[in-house]
């Protein structure tokens, strides 16, 4: 699958980050080329969702700079509002707004941020429920649905904003082992479509089929990246290895 | 018999008057408590400490002191400045009064929604006064409405205090009724009948409102 290109919608320069005392990122250099899906591993507490976090501030790094589809983000809510239009992101806990319905969810982003109009909103929508199978849900609540049908709503809410980059964050890590599949499913269909993609998982049979590069995170560090295969099966980095030799 | 509880229900009628004026003084102190408190409540969750210590101050003070104390303030200790009726003075000290309550009360509220929400919003590059107008403030308001509902029972009972500056409201009526006929007792059941009249009204109604906004909740 060569779908990449040279353009990076996603850099990372120099990124530093620290709760306090706590160093959770310690110079993070990355970069994510359009149509490129990477799949960040490591273990708990090694910085995976701080960094996602970070590259939509939600969290605020302390150093180094980031930049989406090659424009640098200020700490202006005003750039941070139009770089997130560009960025979906993806909860391990769904985060779907309970109050609305299914469809509601899907045209908020659309409606109060991009002011479009609510006929051309509910009709994007309606298609992008169709793509994660929901169509026949629109009108209920999130209550009333599956996790897995919640993640796909998510998804679908994301996708609505039309974002250049999708950042998952364990999308399938709060769902039951039966439900994992249906969430894989629409995001290898993303994959397929050439949507720009960085996952944090524990899905490795995900990361092996679908990833173009594989990061292995350790101790608020990128430790190792390479493709799949090498990584997987043929990791260098001995803290790699252990990690891998513990899960897979 | 000493009692003469034939009299409650013949003299019933006659306090509809002051029913009025108490319900009257209730709904704007609510109205005017929950204006402020929504005020307030921004100020207490501001990370401003312009806003953020002025509202924690009003709150102390308000909580720390009496009802009436603050009655009083406004209607005999503001008169030297302005001479207000009993009425808007009643208004005036009961909407502060229930202004700090109540902001607590939604304080509480949009603190129990789950940060993710607002994380959530924010991340489809809604502002935070957008997050907070769209996805935060409507789920709050609806966890609100239980202890609300209490704040507002208690306003009632509260507006009772008002005889004390003399608005003529249930509790002066009963007091004023009872002394000229020694039939005290009669009087203030009637009084009390009224009030568990209301407050039970307004309990149903907000039971009501929470069970009919419970919809996208029930599973
Ligand atoms: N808001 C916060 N305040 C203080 N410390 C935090 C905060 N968020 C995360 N941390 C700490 O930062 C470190 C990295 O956390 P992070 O959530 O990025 O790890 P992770 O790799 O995503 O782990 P997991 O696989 O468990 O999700 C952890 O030690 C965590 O305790
Ligand atoms: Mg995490």
């Known amino acids: 699958m060569n779908k990449r290109s040279d353009r990076k919608m996603v850099e990372v320069k120099g990124l530093h980050k620290s709760f306090g005392e706590l160093e959770v990122l310690k110079d993070i250099n990355l970069s994510v080329s359009e149509g490129e899906v990477v799949v960040i591993i490591g273990p708990s507490g090694s910085g995976k969702s701080t960094l996602l976090r970070c590259i939509n501030f939600l969290e605020k790094n302390q150093s180094g700079e980031i930049y989406i589809d090659g424009r640098l983000i200020e700490h202006r809510d005003s750039h941070i509002n139009k770089m997130r239009q560009n960025v979906g992101m993806v909860f391990q806990h769904f985060n779907l707004f309970p109050h609305m319905t299914v469809l509601q969810n899907v045209i908020e982003g659309p409606i109060q941020v991009k002011k479009m109009n609510k006929k051309h909103a509910i009709i994007m929508a309606e298609e992008l429920l169709d793509k994660v199978g929901l169509a026949d849900k629109k009108n209920e609540y999130p209550a009333m649905l599956s996790g897995g049908q919640k993640q796909r709503v998510a998804i679908a809410r994301a996708l609505a904003m039309q974002p250049k980059v999708m950042l998952f964050d364990e999308p399938t890590s709060a769902l039951d082992p039966e439900l994992v599949g249906e969430v894989l499913a629409v995001m290898k269909e993303l994959a397929k479509e050439g949507m720009t993609m960085l ?3 524990h899905e490795m049979g995900f990361a092996r089929e679908v990833a173009d590069r594989v990061i292995f995170m350790d101790d608020a560090a990128i430790v190792e990246q390479g493709i799949p295969d090498d990584v997987f099966d043929n990791p260098q980095n001995e803290r790699t290895q252990a990690f891998l030799g513990q899960i897979l | 018999m000493v009692y003469d509880f034939s009299i409650i229900i013949e003299e019933f009628p006659i306090f509809v008057p002051a029913a009025v004026q108490t319900l009257k003084i209730t709904a704007a102190s609510i109205v005017f408590g929950v204006v402020l408190g929504l005020v307030v409540a921004f100020g207490r969750i501001s990370k401003f400490r312009l806003f953020y210590y002025p509202a924690t101050l009003y709150i102390t003070v308000i909580r720390g002191t009496p009802i009436l104390l603050q009655l009083f303030i406004v209607y005999f200790g503001l008169s030297e400045i302005v001479m207000l ?10 909407g502060t009064h229930n202004g ?3 902001a607590e009360i939604f304080r509480g509220a949009i603190k129990s929604i789950d940060i993710g929400q607002m994380e959530a919003a924010r991340s489809l590059g809604m502002s935070q006064f957008q997050a907070m107008r769209r996805i935060i403030l409507p789920q709050a308001l609806k966890r609100a409405i ?6 507002f029972i208690i306003a009632t009972k509260d507006s009772s ?3 004390a500056i003399s608005v003529r409201e249930l509790l002066l009526k009963s007091q004023q009724l009872g002394s000229s006929t020694y039939r005290f007792m009669e009087y203030f059941i009637i009084a009390g009948i009224y009030y568990l009249i209301i407050t ?7 039971h009501r409102l929470e ?3 419970a919809v996208s909740d029930r599973l």
Do not use: C, E, K
């Open chain 1, 199 to 201: 996952v944090v998982t």
């Open chain 2, 85 to 94: 009726d009993p009425f808007p003075s009643a208004v005036i000290a009961f």
């Open chain 2, 100 to 102: 700090a309550y109540i």
């Open chain 2, 146 to 151: 239980p202890p609300l509902g209490n704040q």
């Open chain 2, 161 to 163: 205090l008002a005889s």
């Open chain 2, 200 to 206: 039970t009204v307004l309990g149903f109604l907000v």
């Open chain 2, 211 to 213: 069970r009919r906004l």
